[in-house]
């Protein structure tokens, strides 16, 4: 069983910005994909961005330029760099880490962590 442990969340003024920093334990295997995932009050979760094993990033179109992802294979460790931080990218912030090992997809999230952002 794999755990993600997410970490520095917190408030910030707008044009600020934050680390967040996601560990997964547990794990035997490198992780083929880890992202981060938000929601905000009264909306849908969605991506804010991935990045595979090989280092291929995706990114949602409201954070390109701003949010910067980056992993550490060694440690299935994955951040995310964000800047230049906005009200409306106040939400929790979830880890995922998914892919698939030996033909058996996998799909783990974390607790979350709230990011605000105060205008």
């Known amino acids: 069983q794999v755990q993600l442990v997410e970490s520095g969340g917190g408030l910030v003024q707008a044009g600020g910005s934050l680390r967040l920093s996601c560990a997964a334990s547990?794990?035997?295997?490198?992780?083929?994909?880890m992202g981060w995932y938000r929601q905000a009050p009264g909306k849908q979760c969605e991506l804010v961005s991935s990045i595979t094993s090989r280092g291929s990033t995706n990114y949602a179109d409201p954070v390109k330029g701003r949010f910067t992802i980056s992993r550490n294979n060694a440690k299935n460790t994955v951040y995310l760099q964000m800047s230049s931080l906005k009200p409306e990218d106040t939400a929790v912030y979830y880890c995922?880490?998914?892919?698939?090992?030996?033909?058996?997809?996998?799909?783990?999230w974390g607790q979350g962590t709230q990011v605000t952002v105060s205008s």
């Open positions: 547990g794990s035997i295997f490198s992780i083929n994909v």
């Open positions: 995922n880490a998914h892919g698939i090992v030996v033909g058996i997809p996998y799909d783990y």
